[in-house]
């Protein structure tokens, strides 16, 4: 997930979250020390590191008469930088995780996400994506029948006067601007045809790259390449998890990528139409090697970069994620699900993830990034933090 603005990222189950998407009126709550959580980090130290300098340079690209609001509070770009600066100060100081717990808890003022409307207080909704790795092929060539495209010609990028946001359209024969085609036009219709980028093997695995953003495909010359984001059709996303729950094909319970995929397998005759039913359709580019970029512009790291909703919560401090996350046997099943804790960095964002009760936690690549992005589900609080003594700054 290039995750750039998509981060459609989300998962096949993000979206199928929405069945609970409500959340709290006022996104941020200020908390005393005393209520804040115990701060310590369960992830590798050199992480967080690399993604606390990351999102530095995104501070940095920043305009600098910016400001931004944490609850009731207001903080100049200035002050954001300068707390991002001291906390990379304190890792580079190399303290053991409960040095580093107890400089953070003195140093930093604490705002708490209120979470769900349907959740208790403080409580959100924590879903997972990851970088799927295919098979791939340049040329249409059995088994790899299935295309990927870059943006076709006809994709026209048009920035909303009122939000500034970009929305994707397309002229008709009147040339008026219309809605960009449907995923079952694109596919059926051959409304992006001369636009192929690369052929996989699956119909599936095509989609859920569509959802996850970016990933990684090996040529049949055994090369591997990076491929990202490039743009979508501006459609809306409908989960195909929600309507299979929906229909009372799966159970919301039992809902995952590895479940719906299965149900996918099990009726090939059902696929098409389901796989049709989610409209959003994206394009893409190949990237360079490395780490996929979040909507900040900035390479996602695995287990410390999340994705949330911008116009929600703030992208531009750190923050403390608190939930759980898979433990697997030798054969990567799921034993049990057990506590996490860790700093991490709203690099992303997903047409999922909405309101101030919903991030997902990029997982990265590889056989536990799959299991634990397909099957995440899981309550928990996410705090942001600032440096204290911003008044006294200023004086």
Request: glycine share 8%; net charge neutral; hydrophobic share 35%.
């Amino acid at each position: 997930m290039n995750l750039l603005k998509h981060r459609t990222f989300l998962l096949l189950l993000a979206g199928l979250l929405m069945l609970f998407n409500g959340c709290a009126k006022a996104p941020l709550t200020k908390v005393s020390q005393g209520e804040a959580p115990t701060f310590n980090d369960d992830a590798q130290i050199a992480t967080l590191l690399t993604a606390a300098v990351r999102h530095l340079h995104y501070l940095n690209k920043l305009p600098s008469d910016a400001s931004y609001s944490l609850g009731t509070d207001t903080y100049p770009i200035s002050w954001l930088r300068e707390s991002m600066n001291s906390f990379i100060d304190i890792l580079k100081q190399d303290p053991n995780r409960d040095e580093l717990a107890r400089i953070v808890t003195e140093n930093y003022t604490v705002y708490q996400a209120v979470g769900r409307e349907d959740f208790a207080q403080g409580e959100m909704l924590f879903t997972g994506y990851y970088e799927p790795f295919l098979q791939g092929s340049l040329n249409k060539e059995t088994p790899y029948l299935y295309p990927l495209y870059s943006p076709p010609s006809t994709l026209l990028w048009i920035k909303d006067p009122k939000t500034g946001k970009t929305l994707f359209k397309r002229r008709d024969q009147y040339n008026q601007l219309q809605p960009f085609w449907t995923r079952k036009e694109i596919e059926e219709n051959g409304q992006a045809a001369g636009s192929e980028l690369v052929y996989v093997k699956d119909p599936v695995d095509a989609f859920i790259l569509h959802v996850q953003g970016s990933g990684k495909i090996q040529l049949t010359d055994g090369s591997i390449r990076s491929i990202h984001y490039a743009a979508s059709n501006g459609l809306e996303y409908l989960s195909i998890g929600k309507l299979l729950v929906d229909q009372g094909k799966i159970t919301l319970e039992e809902a995952s990528i590895p479940t719906i995929r299965a149900y996918l397998v099990g009726h090939p005759e059902e696929q098409t139409a389901i796989l049709h039913h989610n409209s959003k359709f994206i394009f893409f580019n190949w990237a360079p090697a490395g780490d996929p970029v979040g909507s900040i512009g900035e390479p996602l790291v695995a287990g410390r970069s999340i994705a949330i909703d911008p116009d929600v919560l703030p992208q531009q401090t750190l923050a403390f994620l608190i939930s759980s996350k898979p433990e697997l046997d030798s054969k990567g099943n799921i034993l049990r699900w057990v506590p996490m804790q860790r700093f991490v960095f709203p690099q992303d964002t997903g047409s999922a993830i909405k309101g101030a009760g919903r991030a997902d936690l990029y997982w990265g690549s590889g056989s536990y990034a799959k299991t634990a992005a397909g099957s995440m589900k899981e309550k928990g609080e996410l705090y942001f933090l600032i440096k204290n003594n911003f008044e006294k700054e200023k004086q």
